[in-house]
């Protein structure tokens, strides 16, 4: 063997050290990782074992009360998302303009967003109650006759929930279709008003092109934080009445109330098959 062929002993690479940088950033991170293990990783799975037995699925399946809040819940997606993306659309055109007191009235339409969900829709609801209530003490005053009671009539508490859910969440929708609206550049609308184009057309070929991705973003993703949305329907009706306004979100509390912690669990996760297309279907925009 000549001496071109002996190779030496390779020499043990060094440990790698952690830099004072590297080693604070994940000291700093160590108190958000153990706090999303404990408040969600861990609740997450815990209510996947309680929901795993077969005959919760079967027992809820029994309840007339679910088949009333999943259609309940579809009918409040489909109606209440979509009318408050229409109307932030339109709302966002409106306050596009630069006219000083559309700025100045901007700040006030901000306020139902800004202002905390709990004192607000249990002002709302004690606005409508039948007895004392502003809305049916000021129609007894105007007319002498008794106003209807809101909040007992399933059809008109869950028009409730919806316009109040609508109410809260319309200033940020706005806001995010108001700032897709400023990236449009001026520009077009020039070019577009010199060839005599109407308002209409102007949306048409060059504001709608342009916004109808983050239109639609927008959509998916106020779908999926409405499934969620506890406090627009349990604070203002409570699920009732007679539990006949409940959505997803609320149902479980419904069983919680009775004991029945399982059809808790279970209730919530037959809320996946709602969440996990809409879930897919965000980040297959966002990955575009």
Known sequence: MTAATVHPEAAPKPAKTLTQWEFWGRMLVLPYILVFVVFVVYPVCYGLWLARDPASYAQLADDPIFFRTAINTVVFLLVAVNLKMVIALGLSGFFVQT???????????????????????????????????????????????????????????????????????????????????????????????????????????????????????????????????????????????ADLTHVLATLGIRYLRLDQIALAMASIVVALPFVLPLVFLMMKRLGK
Not at 116 to 144: A, C, D, H, K, Q
Not at 168 to 190: C, D, M, N, V
């Open 99 to 241: 006219r000083w007191w559309i700025k100045a009235l901007s700040l006030l339409f901000i306020l139902p967003w800004a202002v905390p969900s709990i004192p607000t829709i249990l002002s709302v609801r004690f606005m409508l109650n039948p007895e004392w209530g502003v809305i049916n003490s000021t129609y007894f005053r105007m007319t002498g006759l008794d106003g209807p009671n809101w909040l007992n009539d399933p059809t008109l508490a869950m028009i409730f929930a919806m316009l109040m859910h609508i109410w809260k969440s319309l200033p940020f929708w706005t806001l995010i279709l108001l700032a897709g609206r400023l990236a449009i550049p001026t520009e077009q609308y020039e070019a577009a008003s010199v060839d005599g184009a109407t308002r209409w057309q102007k949306f048409r070929f060059i504001t709608w092109p342009s916004m109808k991705g983050l239109y639609f973003t927008s959509t998916i993703l106020s779908l999926i934080w409405t499934l969620g949305d506890f406090n627009s329907v349990y604070l203002l009706t409570g699920g009732g009445p």
